[in-house]
Nanobody, 119 residues
């Protein structure tokens, strides 16, 4: 079973930065796409950014220019660098990895890490 473990969340003031990590138990390039999602209290989960195995990224408009996804193949880890954080970035951030065996979508999720942006 694939395991994804997130870390790096915490409390930060508006304008500050955090870097989240998602460590996978398997080769991150074995996944069709990996992504970061977030869920704010009382809101639906939304995708923040995704990256395909080929390196194509897709950012939510709300984070473009502030967040950057990257990966380290040697560590099987995907990172989310978050700069210029705003209170509306608060939420539980979860790592997602997806495979498409025979065209069937299979999703794996981490347990999530809390990010709170507040003064």
């Amino acid at each position: 079973q694939v395991q994804l473990v997130e870390s790096g969340g915490g409390l930060v003031q508006p304008g500050g930065s955090l870097r989240l990590s998602c460590s996978a138990s398997e080769n991150i390039f074995s996944f069709y796409v990996m992504a970061w999602y977030r869920q704010a209290p009382g809101k639906q989960r939304e995708m923040v950014v995704s990256i395909t195995s080929g390196g194509t990224t897709n950012y939510a408009d709300s984070v473009k220019g502030r967040f950057t996804i990257s990966r380290d193949s040697a560590k099987n880890t995907v990172y989310l660098q978050m700069n210029s954080l705003k209170p509306e970035d608060t939420g539980v951030y979860s790592c997602n990895a997806r495979r498409l065996p025979n065209g069937i979508r299979v999703d794996y999720w981490g347990q999530g890490t809390q990010v709170t942006v507040s003064s």
